[in-house]
């Protein structure tokens, strides 16, 4: 990877990752892409940045040839809850976007990162130790389009020999960008009203069981996946990865550890319970372990240690 292309730069994973690349390979290089939302200033002033739609073809390739991209993040995509109000907005986001970026790829000889989810499972997948390799079947649009988007990155590697990869993301935990619409959105809530309130209100269920994991490590696997040596990789997207398996009483308690008068109440939400209902209680993540040595830094308290830490710094500022 010598230059870089995010879009979605201002999302969840896009604004923290572009931050870790300009840090590794140079704030000319990285070259950060978002629709409508401000960029922060830290994002904006920090290397080149770009407003682009990436459903319009032209917007991605003018960027690609006039910095001679060779990689490309592609992080825009619609989440679960939010897709599910709009399907067909979700379906052209996700899969529209895609599709410009893997011709892109192709014609220009990039590398492509695209994220998947435990979104791409089903009520048929085992809900228990999910396999890398197992039964796909999602009953909502942002599941499939993340099962139609892993099809299509590999058919483009194995009809064009575009170098795509990808992570199945779980849930992702991070103190510096607010929830965007997703399913597992509480596990960041919580957080924040914990410090704020001293109690939160959850929308999902106490004892469902959910793969998460901690913005460090999110960054952290998606770069050692895209500088792995690809002679190891026998899968390709995506890879499974996770760091700790919680549900919201979990989640309660590890915060109560550090704040001790927190309390925590349940007013479940039917769609977002239905959408967690049908993911996976925990994937098997070995794939990613053995072919290029992912092993996750934080397990809960470690993780709800340095949230309140950081959150607390946040609102001193």
């Given at each position: 990877?010598?230059?870089?292309?995010i879009?979605?730069?201002?999302g969840?994973i896009?604004?923290?990752?572009?931050i870790?690349?300009?840090?590794?390979y140079?704030?000319?290089n990285?070259?950060?892409?978002?629709h409508?939302?401000e960029?922060?200033?830290?994002?904006?002033?920090?290397?080149?940045?770009?407003?682009?739609?990436?459903?319009?073809?032209?917007?991605?390739?003018e960027?690609?040839?006039t910095y001679?991209?060779?990689?490309?993040?592609?992080?825009?995509?619609?989440?679960?809850?939010?897709?599910?109000?709009?399907?067909?907005?979700?379906?052209n986001?996700?899969?529209?976007?895609?599709?410009?970026i893997?011709?892109?790829?192709?014609?220009?000889?990039?590398?492509?990162?695209n994220?998947s989810?435990?979104?791409?499972?089903g009520?048929?997948?085992?809900?228990?130790?999910t396999?890398q390799?197992t039964?796909?079947?999602?009953?909502?649009?942002?599941?499939?389009?993340?099962?139609?988007?892993?099809l299509?990155?590999?058919?483009y590697?194995?009809?064009?020999?575009?170098?795509?990869?990808?992570?199945?993301?779980?849930?992702?935990?991070?103190?510096?960008t607010?929830?965007?619409?997703?399913t597992t959105?509480?596990a960041?809530?919580?957080?924040?009203?914990?410090i704020?309130n001293?109690s939160?209100?959850c929308?999902?269920?106490?004892?469902?069981?959910?793969?998460?994991?901690?913005m460090?490590?999110?960054i952290?696997?998606?770069i050692?996946?895209?500088?792995?040596?690809?002679?190891?990789?026998?899968?390709?997207?995506?890879?499974?990865v996770t760091?700790?398996?919680?549900c919201?009483?979990?989640?309660?308690?590890?915060?109560?550890?550090?704040?001790?008068?927190?309390?925590?109440s349940?007013s479940i939400?039917?769609?977002?319970?239905?959408?967690?209902?049908?993911w996976?209680n925990?994937i098997?993540?070995?794939?990613?372990?053995?072919?290029?040595?992912?092993?996750p830094?934080?397990?809960l308290?470690?993780m709800?240690?340095d949230?309140?830490?950081?959150?607390?710094?946040?609102?001193?500022?």
């Amino acid at each position: 990877m010598k230059r870089i292309l995010i879009t979605g730069a201002t999302g969840q994973i896009g604004s923290e990752l572009t931050i870790t690349l300009r840090d590794i390979y140079g704030q000319s290089n990285i070259i950060a892409a978002g629709h409508k939302k401000e960029p922060s200033s830290e994002l904006k002033e920090g290397g080149p940045f770009h407003f682009i739609d990436c459903q319009n073809f032209h917007s991605i390739e003018e960027i690609v040839k006039t910095y001679k991209i060779d990689t490309i993040f592609h992080l825009v995509s619609i989440l679960s809850a939010t897709a599910e109000k709009n399907p067909l907005l979700a379906w052209n986001v996700n899969i529209g976007s895609l599709i410009n970026i893997l011709e892109i790829a192709r014609q220009y000889k990039c590398a492509v990162f695209n994220p998947s989810s435990i979104g791409a499972f089903g009520t048929t997948t085992p809900m228990d130790n999910t396999p890398q390799d197992t039964i796909q079947h999602p009953n909502t649009i942002y599941g499939i389009t993340k099962v139609s988007g892993e099809l299509l990155c590999d058919y483009y590697f194995q009809r064009f020999a575009v170098d795509t990869r990808g992570l199945r993301f779980p849930g992702l935990i991070s103190y510096k960008t607010p929830p965007g619409g997703g399913t597992t959105d509480y596990a960041i809530e919580i957080f924040h009203d914990a410090i704020k309130n001293k109690s939160y209100s959850c929308y999902l269920k106490e004892d469902t069981y959910l793969d998460m994991m901690y913005m460090p490590d999110a960054i952290r696997s998606t770069i050692e996946l895209m500088e792995a040596d690809t002679a190891r990789l026998q899968h390709r997207n995506a890879f499974n990865v996770t760091s700790m398996t919680v549900c919201p009483k979990d989640i309660a308690e590890s915060i109560k550890l550090e704040i001790s008068d927190f309390s925590m109440s349940y007013s479940i939400d039917p769609l977002r319970q239905a959408i967690a209902d049908s993911w996976p209680n925990h994937i098997d993540d070995r794939a990613a372990i053995d072919e290029w040595g992912w092993e996750p830094q934080y397990d809960l308290q470690r993780m709800t240690r340095d949230m309140i830490f950081n959150i607390r710094k946040s609102l001193e500022q």
